[in-house]
C-alpha cells in the first residue's frame, strides 16, 4: 500500500529547509532537535513518513533469479508496470557499440505468439501509454495503463523475454531506422555532436567513452548472431527487475507474475567489467568546427559514482552553481556580463566514476573563451570563499522538492524505485536520501569544489562556427550577368 500526501510532504520539506535557511547554524545543527528523523519517523512495519510519504515496496526473488517490486496505489486506476535490465551501453564489446540502444527497437518487433507493434495496437489503442528508453547503465521498457490490461502485459512482457523474434530483415530495417535516428540526433545536430564529443574526451578507456546510441561503422557491421548472443547474455531473468506500481492487488499480481515468467530458464548473471580509468593529469582540450551561428561550450569535470559519499554535496554545488536564472553562474553570465544566452550545469554520477557537466551557449560574437575565464571566477569564488547557508538551504529545497515531484505519479515513483534498485542493487527509502541532503554542509560544498572542480581533472569541447568559403572571382562575375 501506498498513500502520497505529497503536499504535506512538500510542506513539510520547505518548513524544514527554511528553518536552517533562517537559523545561523549551519543545516545539521539546525535540525539537532530531532537528530535521528529516520528512527523517529519508521515504523515497526518498515515504512518512512518523514516526508508524509508512506511507503509499503514489497520485494520478491522468483526462483529463476526475476526480482519483482511491487506498490500499491489505489489512489488512481492507473497501473505503472516496468521491465529494467541492467545492460546499457557500457556492457557493449569494443567494436559493437549500439547494441543496447538496438535492443530497444528490436524488443518491439514481435514473438510468434505476439507480431510486430503488438503493444501499440493492444495497449495505445486502449488508451495506454508504451514507451522504452537506454542509458549508459541500463534499459527500461514501460507502460501506463488501466487495471484491465494487466493481465495482457503480463502475458506479453513475460512473452518477448523469452521468445523475441529475431531474423535478417529485422535487423537490416532497424539498422536503417537507427543510422536515421543517429544522424537526426548527432551527425546532424551539432549540439549531439558536441555532447558525443565530451563523453569520448572526458574517457579514455571506460565504455561510458561511447555513444549509446553507437557509432555508425559499428552498427553498419552488426551480424545476426551477434544480436542472438546479447539477447541470451543480458535479457534473462537474473539481469532483469519488473516494478509495478499502481491500482493492483499485490498477491494477485505477483501470483500472475509467477505463472507467466516463473517458467523461464534461469541463466548465469553476466557480470560487468569493472574498467579502471586511468587518472586524468592533466586538462584535454577539442575545437570542432560546424554550421552554427555562434560558438558553444561543454565543460566535464571527473567526479563520484552515485553510491560514493561526495555525490550529495556535489549535487549541492551544482544546483548552487547552474540551476535557474538566480544561480551563481547564469546571474555573472547571462545577466551581469551578458555574453551567452544560456547557461547549465549538472553532477551526473551514474554507477561508475560520472561528470560534473557545464554547457554555455554563447551570444552573438561572442566567443566560448569569455566564458571560460567567468566560469573559472565564480567557482573559484566557491573555492576560495565558500557557500552561504542561505544557498545550502534553497538549493536543498530545490532538490528535495524535485524528487519529491518526481514521485507524484505512478509511473514517476516506478521510476525512482527501479532507478535505485538497478544502480546500487537494492532498494532503499526515499526519506535516507533527502535527509542526505539535509546533512550536506558548507563546509563539504567548498570541500568538494577544491576537490573536483579543478583544471587537471577538466575536458573542455568547444563548436565553433565553420569558415564561410569565399567565392572564386569567376563565380561572382557569373553572377552579376
Known amino acids: 500500500m501506498i498513500r502520497l500526501n505529497f503536499q504535506v510532504a512538500a510542506m513539510a520539506t520547505l518548513l524544514v529547509l527554511s528553518a536552517c ?21 519508521s515504523g515497526a512495519d518498515g515504512r518512512f513518513a518523514g516526508l508524509g510519504i508512506d511507503i509499503d515496496l514489497k520485494e520478491y526473488k522468483l526462483s529463476n533469479g526475476l526480482t519483482v517490486l511491487l506498490l500499491e496505489d489505489h489512489t488512481v486506476p492507473l497501473i505503472a508496470y516496468q521491465t529494467w535490465f541492467r545492460v546499457g551501453s557500457v556492457d557493449e564489446a569494443p567494436g559493437k557499440t549500439g547494441l543496447a540502444h538496438f535492443f530497444e527497437h528490436l524488443m518491439f518487433k514481435g514473438t510468434e505468439k505476439y507480431g510486430p ?85 572526458a574517457y579514455q578507456r571506460h565504455p561510458y567513452r561511447n555513444p549509446i546510441i553507437g557509432y555508425p561503422q559499428d552498427l553498419m557491421r552488426i551480424k545476426l548472431e551477434d544480436l542472438q548472443t546479447f539477447y541470451d547474455e543480458h535479457y ?33 548473471r553476466p557480470k560487468r567489467i569493472s574498467y579502471r580509468e586511468p587518472e586524468q593529469n592533466a586538462e584535454k582540450r577539442l575545437v570542432i568546427e560546424d554550421s552554427i551561428a555562434s560558438e558553444r561550450l561543454v565543460q566535464a569535470y571527473r567526479t563520484t559514482a552515485a553510491d560514493e559519499p561526495d555525490t550529495h ?8 552553481l547552474f540551476e535557474g536564472q538566480s544561480s551563481r553562474a547564469w546571474r555573472r553570465i547571462v545577466e551581469d556580463r551578458d555574453i551567452a544566452f544560456g547557461v547549465s550545469g549538472s553532477n551526473f554520477t551514474p554507477t561508475f566514476p560520472g561528470l560534473f557537466l557545464v554547457t554555455v551557449g554563447m551570444k552573438g560574437k561572442h566567443v566560448a573563451s569569455e566564458a571560460e575565464t567567468e566560469l573559472d571566477a565564480v567557482i573559484r569564488e566557491v573555492q576560495e570563499k ?96
Open 21 to 41: 535557511a533562517h537559523s545561523t547554524k549551519s543545516p545539521p545543527e539546525a535540525k539537532s532537535l530531532n537528530p535521528d528523523p529516520i528512527a523517529k519517523a
Open 117 to 201: 507493434k503488438q503493444f501499440f495496437l493492444q495497449l495505445e489503442a486502449r488508451g495506454g501509454e508504451v514507451n522504452a528508453f537506454t542509458t549508459r547503465d541500463y534499459t527500461v521498457y514501460h507502460q501506463v495503463f488501466v487495471p484491465s490490461l494487466l493481465d495482457k502485459v503480463i502475458d506479453m512482457e513475460s512473452d518477448r523475454l523469452r521468445g523475441l523474434k529475431l531474423t535478417q530483415e529485422v535487423l537490416d530495417t532497424e539498422r536503417q531506422v537507427v543510422l536515421e535516428e543517429r544522424r537526426l540526433s548527432v551527425d546532424n545536430e551539432p549540439g549531439g555532436k558536441l555532447q558525443e564529443a565530451i563523453w569520448q574526451l
Open 236 to 268: 534473462q531473468p537474473p539481469n532483469a527487475a519488473l516494478v509495478v506500481v499502481g491500482d493492483f492487488q499485490a498477491d494477485v499480481v505477483l501470483a500472475q507474475i509467477k505463472k507467466h515468467y516463473g517458467e523461464i530458464p534461469r541463466e548465469s
Open 313 to 320: 554535496a556535489l549535487d549541492v554545488l551544482s544546483t548552487i
Open 386 to 481: 565558500g557557500v552561504t547557508p542561505d544557498e545550502i538551504a534553497t538549493a536543498i529545497r530545490q532538490l528535495t522538492v524535485q524528487v519529491v515531484d518526481g514521485v507524484r505519479t505512478a509511473h514517476g515513483m516506478a521510476t525512482m524505485i527501479g532507478t535505485v534498485y538497478t544502480v546500487f542493487g537494492r532498494t532503499r527509502s526515499l526519506d535516507r536520501d533527502l535527509v542526505k541532503y539535509l546533512q550536506v554542509t558548507a563546509n563539504d560544498v567548498k570541500r568538494v569544489a577544491n576537490q573536483y572542480l579543478l583544471p587537471n581533472r577538466r575536458s573542455v569541447a568547444t563548436l565553433i562556427p565553420k569558415p564561410i568559403p569565399s567565392k572564386p572571382l569567376g563565380s561572382r562575375l557569373d553572377d552579376s550577368r
